[in-house]
């Protein structure tokens, strides 16, 4: 089965044979449960069509609802969840798996994710395991992963022969993960970039955030768009696969109307020279201790 990366604008097959993930997504990290629903319902009308959730977000069930009362087939809609690290090892996530199927009220999950490598229990291997269970016995599309650097997946690679379909991971203008990109590139491996505009409530931004970087004002005013905007085309001119999230609709809304312009490969070597060391905004998947 190959997977490969597509707009939103053009309809996509989901079977075990092709299946093509929509470049860009909603996602629902901190968004609050009784807001999940409608949002999520307001977004697949906007014309997204990837849904990204997390039994860790506490949503699930409202995501399940927003999807179901979105009018949009559910052949159309690609869901993703994750399962956390407190379910990790074989048993506990086949049983996770259960879980957030049960709450999204779904028959069947376009891509189950692990969260995080979770190197405190050590257990990533064991709960890939499962996850290859999962893909093999047609109970979910595809599987990948989130937050993991090159040597963890590696490992994966080295000791199970299978790699994840895509790795989720944080990338902005300010952190871009080049080293990891490349790798990626080498072994199949999709970027989906989380944090796509760098800003993340639970760290400030180190100094000037993205969206009032100086060449991202310039391009927002030859464009006629907003900074955010300039930056998630970014991505997506980029290569890279990226979530939008927003509470407020007519964020929802603007975040995509971003497929009536490009940005030019001199505009886009133009951004990667804003990446810098101290870009990081969350946490190390090298040293995280949970």
Known sequence: MTYSVNTPQTPFPTTHVDSRIPALGYGLWQVPAETSAELVSRALQTGYRLIDTAEAYYNEED??????????????????????????????????FDASQQRLGLDRLDM??????????????????AMIRLRDEGRVGAIGVCNFSIGQLQRLMRETGVAPVLN?????????????????????????????????????????????????????ERYSKSPAQIILRWHLDSGLATLSKSVRPERIVENFQLFDFALTPEEIRMLAELDRPDGRLGPDPETADF
């Not at 809609?77 to 086949?94: E, P, R, S």
């Not at 203008?173 to 409530?201: D, M, N």
């Open 168 to 220: 989720q991971v944080e990338l902005h203008p300010y952190f871009q993960q080049k080293e990891l990109r490349a790798f990626h590139r080498e072994q199949g491996i999709i970027t989906q970039s989380w944090s796509p505009l760098g800003v993340w409530s639970q760290k400030p931004n180190p100094g000037l955030s993205p969206l009032q970087a100086p060449p991202i004002l310039e391009l927002a």
């Open 63 to 96: 995501v399940g609802e927003g999807i179901r009362a979105s009018g949009v087939a559910r052949e159309e809609i690609f869901v993703t969840t994750k399962v956390w690290n407190t379910h990790h090892g074989y048993d506990q996530t086949l049983q996770a």
């Open 112 to 129: 189950y994710l692990m969260h995080w490598p979770s190197q405190i229990r050590d257990t990533y291997v064991e709960t890939w395991q």
